[in-house]
């Protein structure tokens, strides 16, 4: 790469900014200075050090949003805020929600720049779980759970795969559940709670795979996730 691109990459400057910084020899590649804006770094190998600060490149990053309600899941829109605009600190990695929430759905939303990852992540022959909790209008009974559990007839034809429905608790007009499903149609949990006439009056997603939502972020914060997460949500994807 070259180091021109890698600084600007970094966050130090525009092309044309970092260009100067480097014709005036603040840049040092494996402690020699470097005057060459086209100079070709490894970035797996070579030491970078602007204004005597180490330069840590990275080509991909993953970061646990907690999505509050009223942002649109999207790179871009015309009307709502979206998601990107709540990460500060990133403009340079390209980044773009890895899924969907919809509007009014809180949780766990994962932000990245690695296409290859949300591809895999999101492919619904991989089956991989994502954890809801909602609030129900009507009380959730025994029969909903077999009902979910043999796979919920959406929109027209379109049965979903089986999905794990746990009662946390109900009173006389209202329910709270956990929901594992292993897809991601369109408005998928609100859909299968209305073809049994009992609507959702909240949703939040909880979890992604293995990986728990922080409880520490409040809605509107993320944090990139950790090493031990990342690799869990590589682990056989």
Do not use: W
């Not at 020899?25 to 005057?35: F, H, M, P, T, W």
């Not at 009902?147 to 027209?156: A, H």
């Not at 009173?171 to 897809?183: A, F, G, N, P, T």
């Amino acid at each position: 790469m070259r180091l021109d691109k890698l600084l600007a990459h970094c966050g130090i400057g525009t092309r044309s900014e970092v260009k100067k910084y480097i014709r005036k020899g603040y840049v040092c590649v494996n402690e020699q200075i470097i005057k060459k804006d086209d100079y070709k770094i490894d970035v797996e190998k070579d030491v970078v050090y602007f204004d005597n600060e180490l330069i840590e490149y990275r080509q991909y990053v993953y970061l646990m949003l907690n999505k509050p309600a009223g942002y649109i899941s999207a790179t871009k829109d015309n009307v709502h805020p979206t998601v990107l605009e709540l990460i500060e600190g990133y403009d340079n990695y390209d980044l773009f929600p890895v899924g969907r929430l919809d509007i009014d759905t809180e949780g766990f939303l994962i932000i990245s720049n690695d296409g290859d990852f949300a591809h895999r992540l999101l492919a619904p022959s991989r089956n991989h779980d994502k954890v809801y909790y909602a609030k129900i209008e009507g009380v959730v009974d025994q029969y909903d759970v077999e009902t979910f559990y043999k796979g919920v007839e959406i929109d027209t034809g379109y049965v979903c795969k089986s999905s794990k429905l746990t009662i946390l608790s109900t009173d006389e007009d209202s329910s709270e559940i956990e929901v594992v499903i292993q897809e991601g149609k369109f408005h998928q949990v609100k859909k299968m709670f209305d073809a049994i006439g009992k609507p959702v009056t909240y949703l939040k997603r909880t979890q992604i795979r293995s990986i728990e939502l922080d409880q520490s972020l409040e809605l509107g914060e993320f944090r990139e996730l950790d090493e031990q997460e990342i690799n869990d949500l590589f682990d056989e994807l």
